[in-house]
């Protein structure tokens, strides 16, 4: 499916979000009841075309958000 996309697809939009606090439940977060939410959106050209290659640009992309998404909840003063 990915190689009948490639010829289709330029960018990918690589979107994280972070709840330092806690993940508000579903009405919590309708009604604008989070505290603050850590919103990133990155633009990545179109993944490899090769099996092997593109899912070594996942692992990596996926590697990469764990590691900011951990630096970004570091930073959060926990109370206790």
Known sequence: M???LEQRIDNIIDVTIVY???PPGFWE??????????????RYPAPPANRNDRRDWADKLWREKDDEISRSL???????
């Open 2 to 4: 990915c190689e009948a």
């Open 20 to 22: 330092p606090d806690q």
């Open 29 to 42: 977060f309708l009604c604008g009841r989070c505290a603050h939410i850590d919103f990133r959106a990155r």
């Open 74 to 80: 570091s930073l959060v003063p926990r109370s206790g």
